[in-house]
């Protein structure tokens, strides 16, 4: 399976983005979900993580701001990201669990400017 990610840009604090993770194969059969983020320097670190028919797990700085989904019919993993804060500055990267083998997709940027 190979993840396109993409839906990153340039935006202001205060904004919307949603990004996108399509998946070359069905996700029918996925077993985890989930997005993290790499700045500049640091570690990737989780933004979400979703165990499917389990629990979702946000990390607490997007907590109540971020929402992750998907649509069977498109293959798609989604991240809607809202009221966007600089310090979310970073690539993003999706990730997704399928027959207990784990894919990654090759990032996407998102830039927030104060």
């Known amino acids: 399976v190979q993840l396109q990610a993409s839906g990153g840009g340039l935006v202001q604090t205060g904004d919307s983005l949603k990004l996108s993770c399509v998946a070359s194969g069905s996700l029918s059969t996925i077993q985890v979900m989930g997005w993290y983020r790499q700045a500049p320097g640091k570690q990737r670190d989780m933004v979400v993580r979703?165990?499917?028919?389990?629990?979702?797990n946000y990390a607490d700085s997007v907590k109540g701001r971020f929402t992750i989904s998907r649509d069977n019919t498109k293959n798609t993993v989604y991240l809607q990201m809202n009221s966007l804060k600089p310090e979310d500055t970073g690539t993003y990267y999706c990730?997704?669990?399928?027959?207990?083998?784990?894919?990654w997709g090759q990032g996407t940027q998102v830039t927030v400017s104060s």
């Open positions: 979703a165990i499917l028919g389990g629990t979702t």
């Open positions: 990730n997704i669990i399928i027959n207990f083998f784990n894919y």
